[in-house]
């Protein structure tokens, strides 16, 4: 087995690693090189901000992390998997058991209540367990709003379902895409507060955000630039760079 092959150490605490991992495009100008070669190591626990201009690769960077795409070459590791070494179906159950999505546009079902949208999350477990639904809403302080319909709920509430959904399988990762883009300054800081109580109980967070306040409440911030990593900026003693 050469050096790049090898598995990385689950009792260490690195819980998603890339290895040069690249992905390109072929466009009608060429070839874009959305990521290039790109080396990451995320800690478990760890509270992560990826930032950069618009075209900097960071929403490939995000689907990669989130087993939403492959990388043309280099690897993607995540809580001591190889991604790419699993089919489509186990990388499905693997995404759903593994990492929990909050995107700034919500992506509630509009006909569906807040519970129901929580509960369509715990698809891949087979059984849809409405208390464990009801406990996630909980978790956000949204069980009274559990029969709302989305167009019932303010932003916030919207993005606290989202949140609530993202919870349900218990993911040790949660990727974030610009969670605070829609909300306003009293919805931000409900959120962020949130995101910071979960971060607090384990949950590795990748967070995609232009507000550098946001970035702030963050380990560690990682630039993007033309699909490469050009800065590392630590904020606390625990992230690892
Ligand atoms: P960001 O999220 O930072 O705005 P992206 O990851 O969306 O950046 O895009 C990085 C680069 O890859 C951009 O130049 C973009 O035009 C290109 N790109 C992204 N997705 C595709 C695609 N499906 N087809 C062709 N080019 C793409």
Redesign the pocket.
């Known amino acids: 087995m050469d050096e790049s092959q090898e598995p990385i150490d689950s009792a260490q605490d690195t819980i998603i690693e890339l290895r040069e991992a690249t992905?390109q495009?072929?466009?009608r100008a060429g070839e874009?090189?959305?990521?290039d070669s790109v080396s990451l190591s995320v800690r478990r626990g760890e509270w992560l901000a990826i930032t950069?201009?618009?075209?900097?690769?960071?929403?490939?960077?995000?689907?990669l992390l989130g087993c939403l795409d492959r990388a043309d070459s280099g690897s993607v590791w995540i809580a001591g998997k190889d991604v790419h070494t699993l089919s489509r179906q186990e990388l499905d159950q693997f995404r759903a058991e593994t990492v929990g999505f909050i995107f700034q546009q919500f992506h509630l079902i509009p006909y569906l209540t807040a519970l129901e949208n929580v509960m369509l999350a715990q698809y891949f477990h087979s059984i849809t367990d409405r208390e464990e639904a009801l406990a996630s809403l909980r978790r956000v302080g949204l069980e009274d709003r559990a029969a709302h319909l989305p167009s019932e709920l303010s932003g916030g509430e919207q993005q606290r379902v989202c949140i609530a959904r993202a919870l349900i399988n218990q993911p040790p990762v949660l990727l974030a895409d610009e969670p605070t883009g829609n909300l306003d300054a009293a919805n931000q800081e409900i959120v962020t507060g949130l995101l910071r109580s979960l971060n607090q109980m384990g949950h590795t967070i990748l967070m995609?955000t232009h507000d550098p306040a946001m970035a702030q409440m963050a380990d560690r911030i990682v630039e993007?630039q033309h699909?490469r990593i050009v800065a590392e900026r630590k904020l606390t003693a625990t992230s690892p760079v």
């Open positions: 992905r495009y072929k466009g874009v090189r959305a990521l950069g201009p618009s075209g900097s690769g960071k929403s490939t960077l995000v689907n995609v993007l699909g």
